[in-house]
């Protein structure tokens, strides 16, 4: 009988790291086709200068260190992306190009490269963003209107009231908000695919929606609970963080009970920063707080080893 040893994986899969990141851009095209048509050319230009900003960041950075060029993985791209899809329109050119050297250099380059970041790049960019911008970080352009802001549903809800646009105008996208988070409908189909594909599994999204879900419905701010619980789902990020965000493969939970733990804390975090925080977006630093329990999570939910006991092995 012969026997082969080898390290391992002793099993590989068909997955690479370049069909993943083509899957979240694909799946990413259907909410940033409406953001361009709802809000105009200018969300495609800042998403076209997102993206070359992170490649190009990625690129030199390799440059410089004389280190592998990555670029070739898609990653960059990928958070490039992402991050614009969290952008207003109207956000100043210079501050989506500070925000993705942050995100490529700081946040993932220096932490050792991808796989290796504890913080999401694109999220952890966000909110560096808004310390040092807030107003270009806040400004929304009304529907199609270069240059004339408008508030958004989550703005109307802070008051507390429920937004003036209809649930089905908030489900199609035709509505204020940030490029890549007014259509939930397109950021469900891109949700899908990914599952389908098997890049994501639900349970992070679903824990995350359904305790965002469970809160809104149980502490409702107006005398229609579920009215303002179906809101609270459809306004600003919680899809676009729940299905893209916070499944990022370097910054959750690897345990099947851990991403439920870890999905349930986002939404907690979400629903408490909504209610009692100084913007009316929670789902940036309630992604980047559960990141850093990410490893915590993951010590206290790893399964036994198949033939040991507790204390010691049989």
């Not at 076209?48 to 592998?68: F, H, I, N, Q």
């Not at 100043?92 to 946040?107: E, K, R, S």
């Not at 408008?150 to 089905?168: G, K, Y």
């Not at 804390?265 to 329990?293: K, Q």
Request: aromatic share 8%; hydrophobic share 55%.
């Amino acid at each position: 009988m012969k026997l082969t040893v080898a390290s391992s994986p002793h099993i590989r899969g068909n997955f690479s790291t370049r069909r993943i990141m083509l899957d979240v851009v694909l799946a990413l095209i259907p909410a940033l086709v409406v953001g361009i048509v709802v809000l105009g050319l200018r969300a495609l230009w800042v998403a076209a200068l997102s993206v070359v900003c992170a490649v190009a960041a990625e690129w030199l950075y390799c440059k410089l260190t004389r280190s592998r060029n990555t670029v070739v993985d898609g990653s960059a791209i990928v958070t490039g992306l992402l991050l614009a899809m969290t952008l207003p329109a109207s956000v100043p050119y210079w501050l989506v190009v500070v925000g993705n050297v942050f995100a490529i250099v700081f946040v993932k380059a220096l932490c050792g490269g991808l796989g290796q970041n504890i913080f999401n790049p694109a999220l952890s960019a966000r909110a560096f963003m808004l310390l040092i911008c807030p107003v270009g970080m806040v400004r929304y352009l009304a529907l199609g209107v270069d240059g004339v802001s408008a508030a958004t549903p989550l703005h109307h809800m802070v008051m507390p009231a429920l937004p003036e646009e209809s649930l089905m105008d908030m489900f199609l996208g035709n509505c204020p908000g940030s490029i890549g988070e007014i259509s939930s409908l397109a950021l469900l189909a891109g949700g899908a695919y990914l599952v389908w594909r098997k890049v994501i599994s639900v349970r992070i999204p679903a824990a995350y929606l359904g305790t965002v879900a469970m809160l809104t419905l149980v502490f409702a701010k107006t005398d229609s609970p579920l009215q303002w619980m179906l809101y609270s789902l459809l306004s600003g990020g919680v899809m676009l963080g729940a299905i893209f965000m916070a499944t990022d493969y370097a910054t959750s939970p690897a345990t099947a009970k851990g991403q439920i733990i870890y999905g349930i804390g986002c939404g907690v975090l979400t629903v408490i920063f909504r209610y009692y925080g100084l913007f009316p977006e929670g789902v940036t630093y309630s992604i980047l707080l559960m990141n850093a329990l990410v490893w915590i999570i993951d010590r206290h939910t790893a399964p036994k080893r198949f033939g040991t006991v507790e204390g010691g092995a049989k």
